[in-house]
T-cell receptor
Framework: AQTVTQSQPEMSVQEAETVTLSCTYDTSESDYYLFWYKQPPSRQMILVIRQEAYKQQNATENRFSVNFQKAAKSFSLKISDSQLGDAAMYFCAYRSAPGGGGSEKLVFGKGTKLTVNP | GAVVSQHPSWVICKSGTSVKIECRSLDFQATTMFWYRQFPKQSLMLMAT?????????EQGVEKDKFLINHASLTLSTLTVTSAHPEDSSFYIC??????????????FGNGTRLTVT
């Protein structure tokens, strides 16, 4: 079974600064997808960024980017120019690719609470 | 697009009663929906995978007779918590994928239901 580990229960960053959230995962599969979701106090799950394992290029979405290291099974999220609205719980998630034999369910890490200080 | 509506957003019920939570995909069809449970300050734990027209697949440790799932149409899945007890109090979140998309398309989440059993 796949597991996702987020080793930082809490992180803080100053507004306008950059912060990196860590995520590692364990799998024997070669093809899969990785996601970062944001959960603000409203509890709504919001997709931040996604990465296909077969792509070597790191995904980028505006101020959000990832550092995907497949061999190390690492998938960190970098938030640049942090804003107050970025404050939330961030969850790293793993999903098997279709046809790979694994379930298509999302497996979540335990989350990192990000605080943005003004 | 890809909106998932979950109802009710919060519910309080007495111990021993049953509660039904609805999850609807408003602008897309979803052959598969997922039901998650989230305890305070914890991650999302998958309870079951709901498949349209067939029986749900429950995760290990989840009582299928207590958490009844019905996925009668391509846009609606329901979770019924039967004979609720205070320990069932939690935040329940549904999610869905667009039918026919066999790629990295993300899950779309409902806003969740906070259940309190008194």
């Amino acid at each position: 079974a796949q597991t996702v580990t987020q080793s930082q229960p809490e992180m803080s960053v100053q507004e306008a600064e950059t912060v990196t959230l860590s995520c590692t995962y364990d799998t024997s599969e070669s093809d899969y997808y990785l996601f970062w979701y944001k959960q603000p106090p409203s509890r709504q799950m919001i997709l931040v960024i996604r990465q296909e394992a077969y792509k070597q290029q790191n995904a980028t979405e505006n101020r959000f980017s990832v550092n995907f290291q497949k061999a190390a099974k690492s998938f960190s999220l970098k938030i640049s120019d942090s804003q107050l609205g970025d404050a939330a719980m961030y969850f790293c998630a793993y999903r098997s690719a279709p046809g790979g034999g694994g379930s298509e369910k999302l497996v979540f890490g335990k989350g990192t609470k990000l605080t943005v200080n003004p | 697009g890809a909106v998932v509506s979950q109802h009710p957003s919060w519910v309080i019920c007495k111990s021993g009663t049953s509660v039904k939570i609805e999850c609807r995909s408003l602008d897309f069809q979803a052959t598969t929906m997922f039901w998650y449970r989230q305890f305070p300050k914890q991650s999302l734990m998958l309870m079951a995978t709901s498949n349209e027209g067939s029986k749900a697949t429950y995760e290990q440790g989840v009582e299928k007779d207590k958490f009844l799932i019905n996925h009668a149409s391509l846009t609606l899945s329901t979770l019924t918590v039967t004979s609720a007890h205070p320990e069932d109090s939690s935040f329940y979140i549904c999610s869905a994928r667009v039918a026919g998309r066999r790629d990295n398309s993300p899950l779309h989440f409902g806003n969740g239901t906070r259940l309190t059993v008194t």
